[in-house]
Structures are given as C-alpha cells and as structure tokens.
C-alpha cells in the first residue's frame, strides 16, 4: 500500500490531513461480494470497518490483511527480510452480545465431543476450556478468530466491539471521529445453527447430519438428542415449535436478522484563516507569537494584554458529516430509519435547510455560522434501494444531503479491467482456450452509448441531482471545501472489447505468422488423428511426418473422447495475494450433466465463476458441485471456501464434502460459530494414513459421502496423496470416464478407451509422491512459483522452480501439463524468457531454445514448452478434447503478451497511498481501477 515515509514526511501530510480526505467506492462486479469504501485517505490502511459479521462484507479481510503484511502470507523464519515488525490492524464491529443471536453456540458439552473426537484422530490443536453453558452462551465468536488459525504471525488484530450501548467513538484522532450505530431488525427469534457434519464428529450424529438432517441446535431447541435413525423430535415434523424453528433458520440463512452496523463520520472543523493585521493592531508581535494563536493557543502581548485566538482568526470552516448506511434487506430498514442516531441526524438537517440567510445571526454584524454538509452512502442493494419506503427514508434528509447508492448490482463494467483486457487479447488466438465468458456480456451494448450514459451520470452527480450512482472508483471529496463534492475522475470508460481487438494481429506480423503456424499444425494434427493410419494430414513432407508423430503420441484415453467427459477451467494462477491479471489458487472441473468440483477454493472463487460463467449459470454451478478439495492451509487456498459454503446453505443445497487438512477443520468449526454452514468434513490424511497401525477410519457417513461424491462425478478414483510443503499438504489424482461410454456419458463411442487421469500437484517442492502419481496421466497441473534464478527461494519457501515443475513432467512421462501457481512478482505472464517458447517454435527442427540464457534444466527441458507444456492464464479452459494441440497455442501467446508489454514491469496494483480506514467487501483486495 505505498513505501514507508519518513517521520518528517508523515508529519507534513498529517498536518494537510483535511486537505486531501476523501471516499472512494470500491464496487463489486459479481453477485457475492458488497461494495468496499476507502475513508479518509492518508497513509496506509489500518483500521476495518465491519458493518456485518457476513462473508460477503468480510470475506476478503484475511487477504486484505495478508496482503498488508510486511512479509506477505508466506512467512518462513529464514532470517532478513522476514524480521520485520509485525503489520497492525483493527477490525471495528458490532458488538458481541447484540451479535450472538445470530451466531452458532456450541456448549462445553459439545466442545469436549469436538476434542474426544478431534484426540482420536490424533491432531494436536489447543484444547477448549470447558465452561457452563450460561457462561459460554454470553462468550459468542467474533469473525475474526475464524481466520486467526491461519492467520500469518506478522499480522497483530485488535477487535473492537462496537455498537449496542456503547456510543462511544470507535475512531477519533484530530482530523476524524467515527462512531459506530449499532441496529437489528426487531421481531426476529434467535437462531442457532448446529454443529457440521464432520469426520470428527462421531458415528450417530455424524451419519444423521450427513443425510442433510436438521442441525443439532434445532434438535436441541424441540428437546430432543441428535439421533442417528430419526431426523424428527418428540414434538413431530410439521408442529408448531418445528415450523417456528425452521422460520427462523431460513430468515437467518437468508441474513434478515443479523445486526448491521452503520457508521457516522464526522470530520472536524477546518481552523479559519490568520489575519496578522488584526493580530499587529492587538499589540501582537510578530514571531512565536502568531505560531501560538494559529495553534489555538491565547497569548499575552509584552504590554500584559490576552488575545484569544478568535480574535485574529476568521470563523472555522465546519466539517461535513459522512453516513454510512448498509440495509442489506427490507427487513433492516425499520430498524435503520428508526435508531435514534439517525433520526436525530434527520431533524438537524432539516432544521438546519429551513433556517433562512441570516437568521442565525445573534447580533448585529455577526456572522452566520455554516451547517454541516452531509453525505450518505448507501452499501444497500438495488431491490431495496429502489423500494418506495427507502426511497421516502432518503428524502428525509433533506433536498441538501447528497446520497450515493453503492450497489453490485449497478456495477455494469468489470472492475477487474486488467484481467479482462489480457483475456481478450489471448482470445484473438483461441476462443475455446481463453473464452471470454460474461466479460463479453458485460462489455456489450454500443460503447458510444455507454460512454455517453456514463457522461451525463457524471454530470447529474456534479449538479447534485438526486441520489448519485457509485460505480467502481467514484470518489467523495470531503476536504478541500471548495473541491467537495462528487467526481468521476478516477471511474474508467467503459471496457471496449472490440477496440481492444480490432487490428491486434495486424499490429504484430510475428504473432500472426505465429498464430497461422498453430493453427496449420492443429489442423494437420486433427486430420492425422480423424485418418485410420495417421498419414494423410496434409502439408509438406516434415509437417505431415511431425502431425504424424503427434497423432501417434496421443493416448487411448484421449482417442475419441467427447467435450463433455472433463473441462479443466483455471479460475486463479497466481501464489500468495491476488494481482491485477491473476487471483489466487482454484481450479473448476466440469464434469457437465454430473455436476462439478473444486480443486483449491482460493480467495473470491465465486466471483471468477461468475465472471466465466455469468451469475445465474455459475449459481447452478455451485449448487451441483460435489466436493471440494483443499491442498493445505495457506490462505491462498481456502479463502472462498466459507463465502461458498454459506452461499450453498442459503439456497438451500445439502452439506458439501469438503477434503482437507485436519486442520482445516478447526477453522471450519470457527467460522460456523459465526455463519450457518453446512458441511462433510474428511480429512486428506485418510488416503494415506489409513493402512497404518491403529489409523482408525472415518464415520460412515463420512465414507457415504465419499463414494456418493466419486459416483455421481463418475470417477473411479479421488484420492490425495502427501507432498512436499507445509504440514498436511496434499496433491489430488482424479481418474474417471473410459469404458467405451457412450456419448451421454460423454465418452463419444471409442468402445475400450482406459480411463483419463488428471493430477494435481498442490503446493510442493519436487517430490517423488508427485513423480508416482503423474506416471501415465492424462494431465497434471503444476506449480511453477519461481523462475530458475531463485532457486533459493523456491527451496526456502518450499516451492519448484519453472525447471523443477518441468522435470517431474519428464519424469512421471506425464502425457500433457499446465504450469500454475505463478509468484505474484510476475504479476502479468510469468517470466519464460530462456523458455524460448516464440523462438523454439520458428526453430528448425525444434532444437532447444533460442534468445536469452538457458536455465539449469537445459534446452531439453525448455523444449517440453509449447510441446507438451502449457502456461496457465486465469480463466483458461483445458478440455480432454483440446489435449493434444493445447501446448501448441503457447508461442503465440508468449509472443503476444511480450510484445503487448505484459512480461515486463510490476503490477500497477501496487504502489500509491492507502487509506486510513476501510470497510471492506469480499473481494476488495482486488478490486482495480484501470
């Protein structure tokens, strides 16, 4: 967020703190994130704003706080740059009392079951104080411990309650006081979500809860037990107490009775200006004098005379006032027009508009004092902003309050802009490589129309005429006074896609001349491998001879398949924290009719599915997903795994398997104190440690949803396996199809193809685990997180470098790979200069590479690049089908991003000033401006 400043320099902009405070609206462009708000900005973000204890307003907050971190999340005590001081931070929300309605309790009955459960399986985490039930009930979980488990020790969060009967401040220093008003809808029952399912939460309870039974808590409040044979209590489904029970679960499955902070800022006056004439006519002598009374400091002049500071300076400027309202439903808006705070705010104002020029005068030739201007922002969705009762709670403001209504649903432009500039121009090359997804749907209209629209709601929000829309990056001036107001300075013009492709390949000869290679090479390959013998592919004698040899490579499993067997879609590339061009680790596989999987859920998974799928498709995509597998606990890997556990839950859908690191379980147990979610849980270890002496298998339910998950996907193998990483890091091996199915079960005739297998490498070092798994697959996507020159940081850190990454390919003859995982320094393409991708493919005879200097692994291995290794970009799709000529696509595209300028330079993400304050979005960590 900026370098750090010296102590002089931070003092000098402290001082013009005033005059440069603003708001800028960070907006999201998907269905699963709330808008973000940047206040007050003047150094570095240092301070959250929670105005829900909800995973689309605070998903993006261990990431937010990653990021910040001064060693980044990957923190290895090696010495040097790793010793810096820890990053400190405070999380502001509503209060734990007033909050606990809607959170999950779990009793110290319950919480010794966890641990007896949690013991035999041999997992050493800190143990639980047990405690009576009335005492735990009044100790709820915050948010933020949900995310301390795997939280970086350079991180240090203090949590604030804020709200309830506490009017105090939550932020005050000279320039800002923000306090914080806390609201609930009234009429609404508290609700208790139960316990998940769990491989670690016994047999009985363990196999009710995975059938999709009621929660336990439920259970608990119709008086009965968990039980494994029924899902019904003494009371009987249907009964009055039952069907009050299930009201109130699904009003709080669908957030209409959580409590919403909303917050008041108040910046303080500006001090007028110093009149020295005045001052020299009151005996005062220029100096130390003068300093003293700008600093509000009386003095005595040397003839024994006090001048008060009023007596030389012209009237203070007031401050404005700044509101933020977030009404995430209808049913919040009683509770929100109704806190005292804001009905109070309401009559000043109004008291304040009708108040005539002069009237406020208490004496002749007194000055009337200004009131203060407010502004509102509204963090509300557009089905109830646009409703006739909140519109009438805005008018009563006044006609001066200046509203802005921040929704995503008004978010009609991406505002990953970058990212969706670098995929169409790597769809020039290959629509079905690099589609363009709901990016198209998003750019489309007419941009001169656009643009014009976006003029005139620019001009509207200058004028001050009605409420303002905030689109991504629109910016609320509060200081200097003669510049306050709104600006859409910083809000870009409409992405225009055709633009961006029109004359691209004419712009590049070399990259058309390379394109038409690729494109000549997989057509001769298609003809070799639709040719019974292979020999009439076309083309001069060495392509034909080259097609051939290719045809001849391509495994059974791949002969014939059809589209619709496996679609690998990359939805995050890149290592650690999200780039400008690339979001963190997951990978979507497509079974189509069988439903899909997560490979990885990084950080805002959800929103890149949206942004490939579109909302409505990508909401069917996550409701038919059958499990999700989690590599290890880095954050990078499992930040979106709650958000999409929640979503799942409020539409409705059965708990999901979810296979990880035991660990993992900890944080899952946490987070679903907080949020009702639903889940199987099944540690990873079971793969591996279930044939060792005393390894005691899983509940059966949970093995119920094992194999219910691999038949429903039609794998006959899901296993993971142990990698060289972290602790309880894993790979993934899939296998599925074969058989000769028939063309419904996407196998397209083909009688006898062996299956396909696809492998997932998770984060690792080289390693022989690996090495077995690949031998003979189909497909493996590894990491590559470093280049060859550091070599030292891939072993420190306990990563592979581009060569590492290529000779396990070569070594587990692999038969096609993806490189993934990039280091976020490489934040556009990963660096594959020496690959000689663009060079090797013009080379004659493919001889190694051409240009810069080869690294250790030599040209044989660089040589795999472009042949049988491909470079993942986010959003690629890797389909079965498109095997054997996907590589070929990859000179082409390096040669393009190079020459486009994407492999030099850093990500224009970083850098620049940060904020004071934020109240954060799920995906705000993201969020871009360009």
């Known amino acids: ?107 110290g009955r319950q919480q010794q079951h966890w641990l007896d459960e949690m013991r035999i399986w041999s997992v050493a985490l800190p143990k639980i104080k047990e405690q009576p039930h009335e005492q735990q009930q009044e100790q709820e979980q915050d948010y933020s411990q949900a995310f301390q488990p795997y939280a970086s020790n350079n991180i240090s969060l203090e949590v604030v309650e804020a709200g309830g009967s506490c009017a105090a401040p939550v932020v005050q220093n000279p320039f800002v006081t923000i306090t914080a008003i806390y609201t609930r809808p009234c009429k609404q029952q508290p609700h208790q ?143 929100v027009e ?13 008291q304040q508009q009708r108040q ?89 209209g007419d941009p001169q129309q656009q643009q014009q629209e976006q003029q005139q709601q620019q001009e509207e929000q200058l004028e001050g005429v009605g409420p303002a829309a905030g689109p991504h990056m629109t910016r609320l001036v509060l200081m200097p ?61 060495a392509e034909a001879a080259e097609a051939e040899a290719a045809a001849a490579a391509v495994p059974a499993e791949l002969r014939g398949v059809g589209r619709d067997e496996l679609e690998v879609v990359l939805l995050g590339t890149v290592s650690a924290v999200p780039s400008n061009y690339r979001n963190v680790s997951s990978y979507y596989l497509d079974r189509f009719a069988r439903g899909g999987a997560l490979a990885d859920c990084g950080e805002d998974a959800m929103g890149q599915l949206e942004r490939r799928y579109g909302a409505a498709d990508a909401e069917r995509r996550i409701q038919e997903l059958q499990f999700v597998w989690i590599s290890h606990m880095h954050a990078d890997h499992h930040g979106g795994l709650y958000p999409l556990l929640l979503r799942r839950q409020r539409a409705g859908a059965p708990p999901l398997l979810v296979i990880g690191p035991f660990p993992l379980l900890r944080v899952l147990q946490e987070y679903s104190r907080v949020l009702p979610l639903r889940y199987t849980f099944l540690p990873s270890s079971h793969f591996h440690d279930s044939q060792h002496p005393g390894a005691r298998a899983p509940p059966r339910a949970v093995l119920d949803a094992l194999e219910a998950a691999r038949a429903r996907l039609g794998l006959s193998q899901l296993e993971a396996f142990p990698v060289h990483h972290v602790a309880r890091s894993t790979g993934l091996k899939l296998s599925g199809g074969g058989g000769g199915g028939d063309a419904a079960d996407g196998g397209g005739g ?79 393409i990963p660096v594959l200069a020496g690959t000689g991708a663009a060079a090797d493919a013009d080379a004659d005879a493919g001889e190694g590479a051409a240009g810069t200097a080869a690294p250790a692994g030599g040209t044989a291995l660089l040589s795999m690049v472009g042949r049988s290794v491909a470079v993942g970009f986010d959003f690629m799709t890797v389909n079965l089908a498109d095997l054997p000529w996907l590589p070929l696509v990859v000179p082409a595209a390096d040669e393009l991003l190079r020459e486009e300028g994407f492999v030099d330079g850093a990500d224009e993400g970083e850098g620049g000033e940060g904020a004071a304050a934020a109240v954060p979005g799920a995906g705000g960590v993201r969020q871009e401006g360009r």
């Open 356 to 444: 005539q020029p002069g009237e406020a005068a208490t004496a002749a030739g007194a000055q009337q004092q200004p009131g203060r201007e407010l502004f509102v922002i509204h963090l509300t969705p557009a089905d109830v902003s646009e409703s006739a009762a909140y519109q009438a709670f805005m008018a009563r403001f006044g006609p001066a309050c200046r509203h802005v209504l921040a929704s995503a649903a008004g978010q009609r432009d991406t505002t990953c802009r970058a990212a969706a500039s670098l995929q169409t121009k790597l769809n020039v090359l290959d629509p079905s490589v690099f589609p363009l997804g709901a990016v198209a749907a998003a750019a489309a």
């Open 338 to 350: 109704g806190a005292p705070q804001v009905q109070r705010l309401q009559q000043q104002q109004q």
């Open 481 to 541: 006074a003669r510049q306050r107001g709104l600006t859409a300075a910083d809000v870009p013009p409409p992405l225009q896609l055709a633009e961006l492709r029109h004359g691209l390949l004419a712009a590049h000869p070399r990259v058309e001349a390379l394109l038409r290679q690729f494109r000549a090479s997989r057509a001769a390959l298609l003809a070799a491998l639709d040719t019974a013998g292979g020999g009439a592919a076309g083309g001069n004698g």
């Open 1 to 107: 967020m900026g370098k750090p400043r010296s102590a002089n320099t931070s003092r000098a902009a402290s001082t013009k703190a005033h005059y440069i405070s603003h708001v800028q609206v960070l907006n999201a462009d998907n269905s699963t994130a709330s808008p973000s708000l940047l206040l007050v900005r003047i150094s570095r973000i240092n301070t959250v704003l929670a105005t829900r204890t909800s995973t689309d307003t605070l998903a993006g907050l261990p990431g937010l706080l990653l990021t910040l971190a001064p060693a980044g999340p990957d923190l290895v005590k090696c010495g040097g740059l790793l010793d810096a001081e820890p990053f400190k931070a405070r999380l502001i929300g509503e209060a734990s009392r007033a909050a606990g309605a809607s959170m999950a309790r779990v009793s």
């Open 193 to 335: 979500q139960g316990l998940p399912v769990a491989a670690a939460s016994g047999g009985a309870e363990g196999g009710n809860a995975g059938a999709g039974s009621e929660p336990v808590a439920k259970k608990q409040r119709t008086g009965t037990e968990p039980s494994g044979s029924t899902n019904n209590g003494p009371t009987g489904a249907g009964s009055p107490a039952e069907t009050a029970a299930a009201a109130a679960a699904a009003a709080a499955a669908a957030g209409e009775g959580e409590g919403v902070c909303l917050y008041l800022c108040e910046l303080a006056d500006v001090p007028g200006k110093f009149d020295p004439v005045k001052a020299k006519a009151l005996g005062v002598p220029p100096g130390p004098l003068y300093g003293q009374l700008q600093r509000d400091t009386p003095v005595t002049t040397p003839a024994g005379v006090t001048v008060q500071p009023s007596d030389v300076m012209s009237p203070a400027v007031p401050g404005p006032l700044l509101l933020i309202v977030d009404c995430p439903t209808a049913a919040h808006l009683a509770a």
């Open 750 to 828: 083909g009688g006898g193809r062996p299956p396909w297998s696809v492998v997932f490498s998770g984060d690792t070092r080289p390693c022989a685990s690996v090495v077995a798994a690949a031998r003979g697959a189909t497909l493996l996507v590894h990491e590559a997180t470093f280049e060859d020159e550091l070599a030292g940081d891939a072993l420190a850190k306990r990563h592979s470098t581009l060569s590492e990454a290529l000779g396990v390919a070569r070594d587990s003859g692999v038969y096609r790979t993806v490189l993934t995982h990039f280091s976020s320094r490489y934040p556009k």
